[in-house]
């Protein structure tokens, strides 16, 4: 059996569909997908409705990011983030323009369901940002940090510079998983269009609401997947480059 963790995928249903062709996934394998499906690309509602068909099939976790946090709340409430709407929110509200309160009430749950991380049996880590507790995610008090934290990559970043994760030196929230998975921050932001490893920590975020591409990784042998980048499959589009 094989795990596979995939990134951001902000709405990008023709990166999701060529990605998971190019997979070679069986019924067998677990798919964790980090977070964001929606706000970008035009398919934000129609992404919804393809994971939940795919899950039916397929073993899948879907971690809960701060674009489906937005997108909950609206669903709920019927008022947008302002925040939210001037970041991929305002084409997520439009790609939902034919749907009916029974079928938006149906993503919400879908929404609503997603957990906030996911610890597997091997003490590795899946959750969308990060976190702030030396003590681990489940000392976490503000939730909001399991998808809003950029902070985990950033000292991550730092700590590989100067010492190895074994060291008394390094932060024991890196050294409490064996790896920690994470979407959030675009890998283009470093000029990289594959998945960083810095320490025990995973970005798969390559950038797809962007101009990168939609990533996966199979978290045993390391082997990357990925999409076309998506303003190549949406030439029509400008994602969250027009945000």
């Known amino acids: 059996m094989s795990i596979y963790a995939i990134g951001d995928i902000h709405g990008g249903l023709k990166g999701l569909t060529q990605l998971l062709d190019r997979m070679p996934f069986t019924q067998e394998d677990t798919l964790i997908f980090l977070g964001d499906y929606v706000d970008g690309w035009s398919e934000s509602a129609q992404v919804i409705d393809f994971l939940i068909d795919f899950s039916k099939t397929t073993d899948c976790i879907f971690i809960k990011g701060n674009h489906d946090v937005w997108c909950e709340d609206w669903l709920r409430s019927g008022r947008g983030d302002a925040v939210w709407l001037a970041h991929g929110g305002q084409g997520t509200v439009e790609s939902y323009v034919n749907y009916s309160a029974v079928e938006k009430k149906k993503h919400f749950y879908f929404f609503a369901d997603m957990p906030l991380f996911h610890i597997d049996e091997r003490d590795r880590l899946f959750v969308h940002a990060g976190f702030t507790s030396e003590k681990g995610v489940v000392y976490e008090v503000h939730k909001e940090n399991f998808y809003f934290d950029r902070t985990l990559l950033e000292m991550a970043m730092t700590a590989e510079k100067n010492v190895s994760n074994t060291s008394m030196l390094s932060s024991n929230r890196l ?69």
């Open 175 to 243: 050294k409490y998983y064996k790896e920690i998975y994470i979407g959030h921050t675009p890998t283009i932001n470093f000029n990289v269009d594959k998945p960083i490893n810095v320490m025990n920590l995973w970005d798969i975020d390559t950038g797809a609401a962007f101009t990168g591409k939609l990533s996966a990784i199979d978290i045993e042998t390391k082997k990357v997947f990925q999409s076309e980048p998506l303003l190549k499959l949406y030439p029509n589009e400008l994602g969250r480059n027009k945000a």
